[in-house]
């Protein structure tokens, strides 16, 4: 079946009905729509990326628009659904690796949709947290919000989304909220997977580097970190674990403090790769080598995982693919359940082994 033949582009002596640019008449979406012998609505769909669209109408549209330079105005798009086409990030987070990392995947994700990012940082411990978050979402009159942790396990912060009618998913180590406003990491299941890497080895004098206690997961990495190593019949004492901040120097307090121990760790089990990197640190000043002297595992498997000596066996979490799934369930809530259905593994944590780890030194 042969395509349509299109009109050609609008000119000086040739003006669709349409607004003015430039003195010259442009083409809108009514133009568009009584072009390809469709409805405005259908046009919408196409420029917003419905899957409900048949290909042919589709292609047909596509043509349309490319042959006659349409462009939607973003600010006549923001003023018909009554909102900007912008998608917030706020977050508290002391790893500005992973800030980074999601930011990248929510671009990712938003990609081609005609939506832009804006991010805003923020304190949970300031009295003007909420007060603070509340005027960020309307005076930018977001489409909606993505929260990563630990901004995400503030359960204010859903509740007032609520209230003020804005979008929102959370980005947790667990199920917080409907499904239809959350991803999952699964911290739980990669503290697991570090613990039997660490028994494999034969190692039996393990100490554990929390994150802080305000952050969810710190709590799921050590159970799943202390469930896998009851398995073996092993039981962490509280003097084998100490709170870290998640930060580089956190990590150097913490393993000085772990090794000047008699007797002392053989392996250290670091929360983040950050505190993981302090405590190589720690190592070298107390004259260790590792891995023959002690393993060092991390969690996240960021850049610095690969930047340090030796490079850190750690937990690698899919943050930026993270950041997109998030960007497109609060863009494209149509077919959200068709993708997350087909992958539902995309989120899950795993070991990534490097030369940080290693058998049990001989005592």
């Not at 209230?163 to 180590?173: K, N, T, W």
Request: hydrophobic content about 40%; overall charge neutral; aromatic content about 6%.
């Amino acid at each position: 079946m042969n395509s349509p033949k299109l009109p050609s582009p609008p000119s000086s002596d040739h003006e669709p009905e349409g607004g003015l640019e430039g003195g010259r008449k442009r083409a809108t979406i009514n133009d568009i729509a009584r072009l390809a012998g469709v409805s405005k609505k259908t046009v919408s769909r196409v420029i917003n990326q419905s899957p409900f669209v048949r290909d042919e109408t589709r292609e047909r549209i596509e043509a349309v628009i490319a042959e006659w330079g349409y462009a939607p105005d973003p600010q006549a798009r923001g003023l018909a659904f009554r909102r900007s086409f912008l998608i917030g990030m706020i977050y508290d987070n002391p790893n500005p690796q992973y800030v980074v990392n999601m930011q990248l995947g929510l671009l990712d994700g938003m990609r081609g949709s005609g939506f832009e990012l804006v991010v805003h940082p923020c304190n949970r411990a300031s009295p003007t947290f909420l007060a603070d978050v509340r005027t960020f979402v309307e005076r930018q009159k977001l489409y909606g919000v993505v929260l990563p942790p630990s901004v995400s396990e503030d359960e204010r912060v859903a509740k007032l989304l609520n209230e003020i009618g804005c979008a929102y998913i959370r980005i947790a180590s667990v199920e917080l909220d409907k499904p239809e406003h959350m991803i999952v990491g699964h911290d739980r299941m990669g503290g697991a997977q570090a613990a039997r890497h660490i028994l494999d080895l034969g190692h039996r004098r393990i100490a554990f580097i929390s994150g802080p206690a305000t952050f969810r997961s710190s709590h799921e990495r050590r159970g799943g970190f202390e469930a896998a190593l009851a398995e073996r019949g092993l039981t962490l004492q509280p003097s084998d674990i100490i709170q870290g901040a998640y930060t580089f120097e956190s990590g150097v307090a913490c393993g000085d403090e772990l090794l000047a121990r008699t007797p002392r760790p053989t392996a250290i089990f670091a929360g983040n790769d950050e505190m993981a990197a302090g405590v190589l640190q720690s190592a070298r000043k107390a004259g260790l080598s590792v891995p023959a002297d002690l393993t060092v595992v991390g969690f996240d498997d960021f850049q610095i995982a690969q930047a340090v000596w030796p490079p850190l066996t750690t937990i690698h979490t899919p943050t930026r693919e993270i950041g997109r799934m998030a960007a497109e369930k609060l863009i494209d809530a149509e077919r959200r359940e068709r993708r997350e259905e087909r992958d539902p593994a995309r989120t899950e944590p795993t070991l990534v082994v490097r030369q940080s780890s290693g058998p049990a030194p001989v005592v």
